[in-house]
């Protein structure tokens, strides 16, 4: 058996609500919102591995040209600007990754980081050992040299300037404050 047809309903009439007396009101409503600060990451846009690999590898080759000449034109090693290269590097491969969270990108930034305090070696071991690529190998393992001869300040330098490497390519978390509560809602008038 078939249903009868029904009649189709009138559409229900949506009365606006009338707006609030005053304006201390107005913006009271429009305000009415959960006011505890809300977390969020500053990120527009996909992570790219390549553009934070080649900000970071900038950064890096940068920074050991940096920390080389001012060693080559001081004659002293100022281990602090290892640390400023580390944040260097760390800013630029979160920029390459857009605030991406992947821990990858962290680790490059160490790697990175790295990579550039052993370069600045290389100029100077490349007299002594003859070759680019011995030059090379030899950098790389400097700071674990230090660390077995004794160099407790460089190696603390070194752990440092990696700490900050991982610590600013980590992204960016802002506190966003919700505006402080407005003026109490004024009560509702009596119906007519």
Same mark, same amino acid.
């Given at each position: 058996?078939?249903?009868?047809?029904?009649?189709?309903?009138?559409?229900?009439?949506?009365?606006?609500?009338?707006?609030?007396?005053?304006?201390?009101?107005?913006?009271?409503?429009?305000?009415?919102f959960?006011?505890?600060?809300?977390?969020?990451?500053?990120?527009?846009?996909?992570?790219?591995?390549?553009?934070?690999?080649?900000?970071?590898?900038?950064?890096?080759?940068?920074?050991?040209?940096?920390?080389?000449?001012?060693?080559?034109?001081?004659?002293?090693?100022l281990?602090?600007i290892? +640390?400023? #290269? *580390? &944040?260097?590097?760390?800013? !630029?491969? $979160?920029?390459? %990754?857009?605030?991406?969270?992947?821990?990858?990108?962290?680790?490059?930034?160490?790697?990175?980081?790295y990579?550039?305090?052993?370069?600045?070696?290389?100029?100077?071991?490349?007299?002594?050992?003859?070759?680019a690529?011995?030059?090379?190998?030899?950098?790389?393992?400097?700071?674990?040299?230090?660390?077995?001869?004794g160099?407790?300040?460089?190696? +603390?330098? #070194? *752990? &440092?300037?990696?700490?900050? !490497?991982w $610590?600013?390519? %980590?992204?960016?978390?802002?506190?966003?404050?919700?505006?402080?509560?407005?003026?109490?809602?004024?009560?509702?008038?009596?119906?007519?």
């Open positions: 058996m078939s249903e009868p047809e029904s009649e189709p309903k009138p559409e229900a009439k949506v009365e606006a609500k009338p707006a609030p007396g005053n304006d201390a009101a107005r913006v009271y409503d429009q305000l009415s959960d006011r505890a600060p809300v977390l969020r990451t500053v990120a527009a846009g996909e992570p790219s591995t390549a553009r934070a690999l080649l900000l970071g590898l900038g950064a890096a080759i940068l920074g050991a040209a940096v920390f080389f000449l001012v060693r080559w034109i001081t004659g002293y090693e281990g602090l290892s +640390i400023v #290269v *580390g &944040i260097g590097i760390g800013v !630029a491969v $979160r920029t390459g %990754a857009n605030g991406s969270s992947h821990r990858g990108f962290r680790i490059l930034a160490v790697a990175l980081a990579l550039s305090i052993a370069l600045t070696y290389v100029p100077t071991l490349f007299r002594v050992v003859g070759s690529a011995g030059a090379l190998f030899v950098a790389l393992t400097v700071p674990v040299q230090l660390l077995v001869s160099e407790i300040m460089a190696v +603390i330098i #070194v *752990g &440092i300037a990696l700490w900050e !490497a $610590r600013f390519s %980590a992204p960016q978390v802002v506190a966003v404050q919700a505006p402080p509560p407005g003026p109490p809602a004024p009560p509702a008038p009596p119906p007519p």
